[in-house]
C-alpha cells in the first residue's frame, strides 16, 4: 500500500503533462496544418522547415535541447515548463502533418462551390472543410494520442518525478520488479481510456450508422 500513494502522485503529473500537451497542440496543429499549404510561399516553407526539424530528431533530443539550451543562453525554465514546450513544439509538428493531409483530401469541388455561395476562406474552412477533415483524421489522431501517452515517460530524462521515475525509485529502493509492473498497469489503463475514447468519437461521426 506504501507504493500507491507516491505512484499516484507520478501519475498526475503524467496526467498533466498529456492533457496540458493535447489541449496546446491541437489547435496549433490545426492552424500549422493550415499554415503548411498556405498560399503566402513563406509561411508554407517555414512551416515545412518546421515540421522537418522537429518530426526529424528525437523527442528526447529536444526535451534536453530545450531545457539546457535555455540554460546556456541565460534563461533557466522550470524542468516541467520545459518538458510542456518540447512536448508541444513535437506534436504540434506532427498533428500539422494529419490535418494537412485532411485538408488536402477534401475534393477540390467544395472550394469551388464555397466560392460560388460567396463564402471566404475563413469561413470555408471553418464551415465545409474541418468539420470534414476532423472526421477523416480521427483514426491518425487517435494513435498520435496514444503514442502521447507512452512519451510522456521521457519527462523521466530531466529528472522530474512522473509516474515512471517514481517506479524506478521504488525499485532501487526496495529490490522488487513490482513497481514495474505497476506502472505499466497505469499505463495500459491510459491507453485503454484513450483507444476507447477515439472508438466512442469515431462512432459519434459516421457517416454511416
Known amino acids: 500500500m506504501t507504493l500507491l500513494p507516491p505512484m499516484l502522485k507520478g501519475w498526475t503529473i503524467t496526467l498533466q503533462l498529456f492533457f496540458m500537451t493535447l489541449v496546446i497542440a491541437l489547435p496549433l496543429g490545426v492552424l500549422a496544418g493550415i499554415a503548411r499549404i498556405s498560399r503566402f510561399k513563406p509561411l508554407a516553407w517555414f512551416m515545412e522547415f518546421y515540421v522537418w526539424l ?19 543562453v541565460g534563461l533557466r525554465m522550470e524542468r516541467f515548463s520545459a518538458a ?3 512536448f508541444v513544439l513535437n506534436y504540434t509538428a506532427y498533428l500539422a502533418e494529419i490535418f494537412r493531409s485532411g485538408i488536402q483530401s477534401i475534393d477540390q469541388g467544395q472550394y469551388e462551390a464555397a466560392d460560388v455561395l460567396g463564402l471566404n476562406y475563413r469561413q470555408t ?37 512522473e509516474l ?28 485503454a481510456v484513450v483507444q476507447q475514447f477515439f472508438k466512442w468519437v469515431e462512432f459519434r461521426f459516421s457517416y454511416y450508422r
Open 125 to 161: 474552412m471553418s464551415k465545409i472543410i474541418l468539420p470534414q477533415v476532423f472526421k477523416r483524421v480521427l483514426p491518425p489522431i487517435g494513435n498520435e494520442v496514444i503514442n502521447l501517452v507512452k512519451d510522456s515517460a521521457l519527462i523521466y530524462i530531466l529528472a522530474i518525478s
Open 164 to 191: 515512471l521515475r517514481v517506479a524506478e525509485s521504488a525499485v532501487m529502493r526496495d529490490g522488487t520488479f513490482i513497481p514495474f509492473i505497476v506502472a505499466a498497469v497505469f499505463y495500459l489503463v491510459m491507453t
Open 54 to 72: 522537429l518530426r526529424g530528431t528525437p523527442l528526447l533530443l529536444q526535451l534536453l535541447f530545450i531545457y539546457f539550451g535555455m540554460m546556456a
Open 84 to 86: 510542456l514546450l518540447a
